[in-house]
């Protein structure tokens, strides 16, 4: 049975791999007695279902629902921690913050993401370089376990379990709350500058160039280009400011605009995104651009579509992200670009940054010093499957990992290769969770 | 703005009561449960209320109403609005076989409601300003044969609040009735939702707007009022026999 929440089914972001039958339960207060243990099943913390893949996904089992959970406990200003519930989103924390000259301390892409999805999925954003995870700023959180434990979890209690459940996936228990760090900003608005490059060796320069000054960057890449062009794009970078005069809207916009349907699966095709690709490309005439903008737009360009994801159709997407050591970075991005452009499957949007070195505080967290490329690809079946298998084989030979949070499709025997921690993380999971993902990246073992 | 809020705890309360904190607002919060007030009383404060103030309290205990509103005047030095918003949504099926957990119903729903309404009339007329809302309900509308117990209880609700309404107009105080349709909050956890359901968020938006601008009677989400007009429309023989 499915027990929809909204009058809608619970899937990923992505729409890949659907799934049938699935239990929701709802948490509406962190201080109820959840007796998880007499749940049928296994289950799953879920909070606005961003993740691409099945990290998100309880296949015959239960998802906790967490969004109920959307209060703040305390906000200490003198020391920069937010104390709030689980269920808080993004969106909401800066509607609180930013008035105050607060921002957050990292951000993903999306604002719509709760903070007990970004700790599960250890999030990164443009300051990667600076700031390193969203977990790098967690200062603690409370875990129940399915035994009725409730832990507080910090660097220095239950260090271990903080560890792994920070990038944890959600299956090393639920998230009641958590404390973390915010920063102190000029001001809500982004200097942003924007750079053509032709190539992927110019981007490399930009970037070695950027990461010093500038506290957000990030380029977007044509990867329909070849030959000559393989690798160009748009270079984006950019630190907050405070314009003088202030503009006068300087809250975040409203959504301009909600997808009302799903566009037909043939509307993203080769001609059409290259199209696109080179229009945007092309968009920009001059070699640097510079301009000031408001937070939101620079962060969440996406938001402001309210369920993008239908843009793919029915058949969904997939997001495949990996991360390649510094010293292999440029022919793995090029061995991958020349493959993706080979393979005539395309994708629509694809971002490269460079990582800094601040370690990750998760067990399985994904980033890592390196260069890492994020793909969307339109979901055509086996021949898009196939493409993806390949790519894992070219990341793992120039030592990188693929981004389990964002995955629905590696073979076990991939995602054990890429994080040989795996087992002892394991340790550390709850014996009453489990998530469609962690059964098909583990199946193998289990057998 | 100085306000009182009944059933503080209710999700639709509480989301009325984020955007009166937002504004700076002092707050008297009302409920049961000490663990859920002291939770909602730290969301309020962070999001910016002047001052939140938490009493503990079963507003079945009708006998103890008087002295938890002299507490909230002390408390925050007088009141400028209130927000009634507890309630219960009774198994139909089950409490129309009883009469003790069908009166229970009726006094939760409806005469704790009226014993507020009586002590909060007093004193709004005689500081003739101020804005007193209710959470009444769409099912109050027309007595249907699936939920008539909880109906009739927001319809008594309904039917006071329009009288109260005329009474203290002349005092310039405004009696606001919020007539919610299905809304996905813990109360209907059970019930299998459908599309006509709003989020709680949305209809404390609307309330906090209607309670500003001290509006009449109002249905949230808003085309609640024509379904309900053409329910109301239906004629006794034909409504009996229908699925309702």
Request: glycine share 8%.
């Given at each position: ?123 990164h954003g443009k300051n990667h370089h600076r700031a ?86 990030m380029a977007w890449v044509d990867c329909l280009a ?214 098909r990246v583990t199946q193998a073992s289990h057998e | ?244």
């Amino acid at each position: 049975m499915i027990i929809n929440g909204h009058g809608r089914t619970y899937q990923s972001w992505g729409r890949y791999p659907k799934v049938k039958r699935q239990n929701v339960v709802r948490i509406h207060w962190r201080g109820d007695s959840l007796d998880l243990a007499h749940i049928n099943g296994s289950v799953l913390p879920r909070g606005l279902g961003r993740s691409y893949g099945d990290s998100c996904l309880n296949e015959d089992g239960t998802l906790l629902d967490t969004t109920p959970l959307n209060r703040f406990i305390a906000f200490d200003e003198s020391a920069g921690l937010l104390r709030c519930e689980a269920g808080v989103t993004l969106a909401e924390i800066l509607r609180l913050i930013v008035p105050r000259g607060w921002f957050l301390p990292t951000t993903p892409g999306t604002k719509f993401v709760t903070v007990g999805g970004a700790i599960a999925n250890d999030v990164h954003g443009k300051n990667h370089h600076r700031a390193g995870t969203f977990g790098r700023h967690v200062t603690r959180f409370e875990l129940l376990r399915s035994n009725g434990e409730r832990l507080i979890c910090s660097p220095d209690e239950n260090a271990d379990l903080f560890r792994a459940t920070i990038g944890g996936l959600g299956l090393t228990g639920l998230i009641l709350w958590a404390e973390f760090r915010v920063q102190r900003v000029a001001g809500p608005f982004i200097a942003k500058e924007q750079i053509r490059f032709s190539c992927i060796d110019e981007f490399f320069e930009i970037s070695a160039d950027s990461d010093e000054r500038y506290e957000h960057t990030m380029a977007w890449v044509d990867c329909l280009a070849t030959g000559r062009n393989l690798g160009r794009g748009l270079f984006m970078r950019g630190n907050y400011t405070r314009p003088k005069p202030i503009p006068r809207q300087t809250t975040e916009p409203r959504s301009l605009f909600t997808m009302p349907i799903q566009l037909p699966a043939f509307v993203l095709n080769l001609m059409t995104v290259r199209a696109f690709n080179s229009l945007y490309y092309h968009s920009q005439l001059p070699k640097r651009t510079f301009r000031t903008v408001p937070y939101d737009p620079f962060f969440y360009p996406l938001d402001a579509i309210h369920e993008w994801h239908r843009l793919y159709g029915a058949p969904g997407f997939l997001q495949y992200q990996f991360v390649v050591p510094y010293a292999q970075d440029r022919t793995a991005i090029k061995a991958i670009l020349t493959e993706i452009s080979r393979s005539g499957v395309v994708s629509f949007l694809a971002v490269l940054k460079v990582f800094g070195d601040v370690p990750s505080p998760g067990m399985l967290s994904f980033p890592r010093p390196g260069v890492t490329l994020a793909l969307d690809f339109p979901f055509r079946g086996q021949r898009t499957l196939a493409l993806l298998d390949r790519l894992d084989q070219i990341v793992q030979a120039h030592g990188g990992v693929v981004n389990p949070a964002k995955d629905a499709r590696m073979s076990a025997a991939s995602f054990q290769a890429f994080y040989p921690q795996w087992r002892e993380f394991a340790q550390y999971i709850d014996p009453k969770f489990s998530s469609s993902f962690w059964r098909r990246v583990t199946q193998a073992s289990h057998e | 703005m100085k306000l009182l809020i009944a059933g503080a705890t209710s999700a639709i309360a509480h989301e009325t009561a984020r955007y009166f904190a937002a504004d700076g607002a002092e707050l008297f919060l009302v409920g049961r449960d000490p663990e859920k007030l002291a939770a909602i009383q730290h969301d309020l404060q962070v999001r910016g209320a002047k001052r939140v103030v938490s009493y503990a309290l079963d507003l079945n205990e009708l006998e103890r109403h008087e002295a938890m509103i002299s507490e909230a005047y002390e408390a925050l030095g007088g009141l400028d609005a209130v927000l009634i918003a507890h309630g219960t949504l009774p198994d139909q099926a089950r409490v129309q076989h009883n009469r003790a957990e069908t009166l229970q119903e009726f006094q939760t729903n409806a005469l704790s409601y009226i014993s507020l309404l009586t002590i909060l009339a007093e004193r709004f007329e005689q500081q003739r300003r101020g804005c007193i809302a209710v959470i009444s309900s769409v099912a109050g509308d027309r007595g249907r044969g699936s939920n008539y117990v909880y109906g009739a209880a927001k319809g008594a609700v309904s039917l006071f609040a329009s009288g109260l309404r005329a009474r203290l107009s002349k005092a310039g105080v405004a009696v606001v009735t919020i007539k919610p349709g299905f809304v996905d909050t813990p109360m209907t956890a059970h019930l299998k939702k459908n599309p006509l359901y709003a989020s709680p968020a949305r209809v404390g938006r609307r309330i906090y707007v209607a309670m500003l601008k001290g509006e009449d009677v109002v249905y949230v989400p808003w085309f609640w009022r024509y379904i309900m007009g053409i329910i109301r429309l239906i004629p006794e023989r034909l409504f009996k026999r229908l699925p309702l």
